[in-house]
C-alpha cells in the first residue's frame, strides 16, 4: 500500500499547475479516518480524483484517469459505491443510463443538491454548485412532483457558445 501512495504522492507534484487546491493525499486520508474507513490506496486516489473535478464522472471515466497507477475496475467499482454509502459522495442520475459519482462530503456544503448543466455541443456535464432552482406552481396547474432529486439544464457551454 504505501508505493501505491507514494506513486500519487508523485503525480500530484508532477501537476501543481494543474489546480491549486487539488486535494492532498494527507486530506484525502483525513477525510476517510473522519468516516472510520481505512486509507487505502485506492480509496485515497479515487477521493482525489472526484475532488478534483467540477463535474460528476461514471465509473468508466474514473477508472480511465486512475487506470495507469494500476487500480482495476473492480477496486475503483468498490471504492466508489462504499464512499457514496459513507456519505462523502453523491450519485448522480441524470437519466442516461450512466451512474455517476461527485465529491460531495456531508456537512461541508456537499448536503446541498445541486442542478448540472449538458452541453449539446460537446457534452460536457458541469456541476452548478451556485444555483438553486425552484418549482412555482401556477394556480390551477398540474400537483407538483412528489419529489424533485435532480435538476438537469441543457444548453451550450462558454467554450461552445
Ligand atoms: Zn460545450
Ligand atoms: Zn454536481
Known sequence: MRDKDTAIDKQAAKTPESRPEKLTVAAARELLRRLKLRGTAARIAVVQCLADN??????????ERLGQLGFDASTIFRSLTELAE????????????????????????GDVAHPHFLCLDCGKITCLPGFTFELRGVRGGTPAPEEVTE???????????
Open 86 to 109: 459513507a456519505g462523502l459522495f453523491r450519485r448522480v442520475d441524470l437519466g442516461d443510463g450512466a451512474r455517476r459519482f461527485e465529491f460531495a462530503p456531508r456537512g461541508e456544503g
Open 54 to 63: 467540477l463535474s460528476p464522472l461514471s465509473h468508466a471515466e474514473v477508472t
Open 151 to 161: 435538476v438537469l439544464l441543457k444548453g451550450r457551454c462558454a467554450e461552445c457558445r
